[in-house]
Structure formats: structure tokens, C-alpha cells
């Protein structure tokens, strides 16, 4: 929705769906904390930074918020107000509670969008600023690695591209209210400070409207012939980028019930339990939601379980977030349990797909191994043998309980 007398596109305000799962607590000082899908995730700690992934690329971290209202003259840092954490299965939403105002971020990656929704629903009476800082990335998962990162301002899109010199991956965050205060001039010495964009709105809007941050990536791995003289040089990385951004921005509602719906049909499409124990009954519920948030979908891999995951810190390696024989396979024993069928045949099927010659399935794959010669010059990929086995009694164990050949 375009508001009058501006060229600004929030997101109207609509009620947010629940999946029937929720946990709601007040916060925890380095609890950690997570908003998943399949082609993108968003980790961190509670009072402390937080990181956004768009597989396979770390794209940003240390994400933070910070606010100001008229006639007050200091900053609040949103970690010094920050109150209270709801988790849902569809998204995680932080409380920042001020006697002046109140800022509620909802956090979502759509289950199969490259990219993550944040909504910032603002209750104030005063104009309120705020402060959004985070440090470009652009870093591919290990053991792959990429040259430094550009960081570039697009004033009319009010995004920033994040872009590297091959044209082949790129990172785009923004919000339609964005103002950059950050982007040095390209001759200067680059400093380690963070980047900064400013988002200011009137009560008015904010009585109405929520505010929208959206973080995406674009990855274009194929050749990329140089143009004749005069004839400008394609970035379909850029594009793809721009396009997923603007796809999110304009659906954010929509992808949001969608989550929900999602983790709604999981739970009334598996087995369920329930025993006079309400704490066990809710406990089995969400593990298989923990379970499902397993998969995730790589653009030159395929759709496989992970081992597991967490922040990265100053690495490329949030926790185990790749893609492991042995992990996948024990975890497909529960998926099939409880009757997702479809999640065990979508890992047998990834491991089948990087199978060996002489049958070996493989113990690892990163999510950075179409990248890289990774079957044939690292040693991870076969290290295990178990994986092998596994594959054929899961496998039965499949077809002995859905039929399926």
C-alpha cells in the first residue's frame, strides 16, 4: 500500500495467524534464538546481535536496533528496553518497552523464500527514529571463500546491494523509510564500523501501517561472458536479488499466514499424542517442528536435512548447518514415525543424489560443495562409513511403513 502524499510502501496492519504452538517469556540475556526456513534463517542471542543467512551465504550480522524520539535527547539501545520473547513456530517477535513507546520486531523467514521479513509494529505518540546498524558479510559457508564485499547505497530503492567482483553473489537489505548515515566515499581507507540506516515515521502512519526491513540474496554460478564495447555487462545476481527484495516487501502479509498455515497442517497431517500430560503433549509438538526446521533448500544442492545449527561467530559455520549422512538418516527414522513420509523421502533422495560409485553414501556435504571440488579434494565428504548402512535400514524402514517402492 502506497501511503498518500508519500512514495512510501509499508505493510498494512493485519492480524497475525497462529499455528496453535507459542512460548512466551520475558527476556533472557544469551538465550539463543532462531526464525527458520528453508532457504534462509535468522540466529542469535537475546539482548545481544543476530545473524541472517540466505543458503549459502552469511549475508549480514550484528543486527541491531536502537531508538530516539523527539525532545529526548539520548539513545536508547534496543537491548537496554528489549522485554519480552515470543516464539512461534511461524516467527519470533521481540518486545521493547519504553515509557514513551512501544516497538514490537516480528521475525520470519518464509518456508521457501530466499530471503527474511522483519515487521516493526510501533506504538508511540511522539515521532519516533530508530536506528538500525548491522555488518555486511556476503561470506559463503566453509570451506568456500569470496572476495572482500562491497557495500553500496541505492537512494531511490532505499536498500543496499552487498556485492562482490565476480557478479556472482549478492546481498540486499533495506526498508522503504531507510535513510542511509553510513556509506563512506569509495577513496576513503575502509574502517570496521558498522553500517547504519535511519527509519523515521510519523504516529500516523504508525497507527496503520507496520514498517518492513527485508534481507535477500541473489546467486547467479553460471558463465558470465563479457559484453561487446558499449553494451552493458548483465547481473542477474543483482536482479535476482532486487526481485526476491521486492517480492517480499509486497507479500509480507501474505507469506507470513503462510507460515502459519504451514505449521498448522504439519501438526494436523502427522501424528499427534496426547496424554493427561499437557507439558509432554506440547513437548512432542514442538519437536517435530524442530525436526521439519531441519531441511533447508541450497540453489545448487538441493534440498537436504541439516545436522544442526547456531551463530557463527567469526566464522562461516553457524553450528553444523550442512548437510550430514549419518544425522539425516537417524532423524528420517522419526520423521517416518510420525508419518512424514514426504520429509523422509526428500533426504533419502538428497543422499541418493551424491551417492558414490561403489554405493558410499557420503558423510558430509557443505553447503558451499558445488562451489568447490569438495568430493574429490577434501577429505570430509567420506570420513564416516556409517552413513552407508544407515541409508539401507532407513530405507526399509520406509517402505515398510508407507508402501512406497
Known amino acids: 500500500m502506497v501511503l498518500p502524499q508519500t512514495n512510501i510502501t509499508l505493510v498494512p496492519k493485519f492480524t497475525f495467524d497462529k ?16 526464525a527458520v526456513g528453508r532457504r534462509s534463517a535468522v540466529y542469535g542471542y537475546e539482548n545481544q546481535n543476530m545473524e541472517a543467512w540466505v543458503h549459502p551465504l552469511k549475508v549480514i550480522d550484528d543486527l541491531r536496533l536502537a531508538f530516539r524520539i523527539e525532545g529526548y535527547p539520548l539513545e536508547i539501545p534496543g537491548p537496554a528496553i528489549a522485554t519480552h520473547i515470543n516464539a512461534r513456530p511461524e516467527s519470533t517477535t521481540f518486545t521493547y ?22 515487521l516493526l509494529d510501533v506504538n508511540t505518540t511522539l515521532p519516533l527514529m530508530m536506528r538500525v546498524s548491522f555488518r555486511p558479510q556476503l561470506r559463503l559457508y566453509w570451506p568456500a571463500g569470496l572476495q572482500i564485499g562491497n557495500l553500496e547505497w541505492d537512494r531511490d530503492a532505499r536498500v543496499y546491494y552487498l556485492t562482490e567482483d565476480s557478479r556472482s553473489f549478492v546481498g540486499i537489505i533495506g526498508s522503504p ?19 547504519e540506516f535511519l527509519i523515521e515515521a510519523r504516529p500516523e502512519q504508525l497507527r496503520t501501517h507496520l514498517i ?5 540474496a541473489g546467486i547467479d554460478t553460471g558463465p558470465k561472458p563479457v559484453p561487446p564495447p558499449g553494451v552493458a555487462r548483465p547481473h542477474a545476481a543483482r536482479q535476482s536479488a532486487k526481485q526476491t527484495y521486492d517480492r517480499l516487501l509486497s507479500s509480507a502479509e501474505k507469506l507470513y499466514q503462510q507460515n502459519a498455515t504451514y505449521y498448522r497442517e504439519l501438526q494436523g497431517e502427522t501424528v499427534s499424542v496426547e496424554t493427561p500430560d499437557d507439558r509432554f503433549n506440547r513437548a512432542y509438538a ?16 538441493g534440498t537436504g536435512l541439516l545436522a544442526g545449527f547456531r551463530t557463527s561467530g567469526n566464522s562461516e559455520r553457524p553450528g553444523f548447518a550442512w548437510f550430514f549422512g549419518r544425522d539425516a538418516l537417524w532423524t528420517a527414522l522419526a ?22 560409485k561403489d554405493g558410499k553414501i557420503p558423510h558430509e556435504i557443505s ?33 515398510r511403513a508407507s508402501g512406497d517402492t
Do not use: C
Open 19 to 34: 499455528s496453535g504452538l507459542e512460548l512466551e517469556r520475558r527476556m533472557q540475556f544469551g538465550s539463543f534464538f532462531d
Open 97 to 118: 518497552s519504553h515509557t514513551a513507546f512501544t516497538v514490537r520486531q516480528t521475525i520470519f523467514a518464509p518456508v521457501d523464500e530466499p530471503g527474511i521479513i522483519m
Open 177 to 195: 523509510l531507510a535513510q542511509d548515515i553510513s556509506v563512506q566515499p569509495y577513496q576513503e581507507e575502509p574502517r570496521d564500523v558498522p553500517a
Open 212 to 216: 518492513p526491513i527485508v534481507i535477500a
Open 286 to 301: 514442538w519437536a517435530k517442528v524442530g525436526l521439519d526446521k531441519g531441511f533447508a533448500t541450497n540453489p545448487t544442492l
Open 335 to 356: 520423521l517416518t514415525s510420525y508419518g512424514d513420509f514426504t520429509g523422509t523421502r526428500t533426504a533419502l533422495d538428497f543422499l541418493r543424489k551424491f551417492q558414490r
Open 367 to 399: 553447503q558451499s560443495a558445488a562451489l568447490i571440488p569438495w568430493f574429490t579434494d577434501y577429505e570430509y565428504p567420506w570420513a564416516s562409513a556409517d552413513a552407508t548402512p544407515l541409508y539401507v535400514i532407513v530405507h526399509a524402514d520406509y517402505w
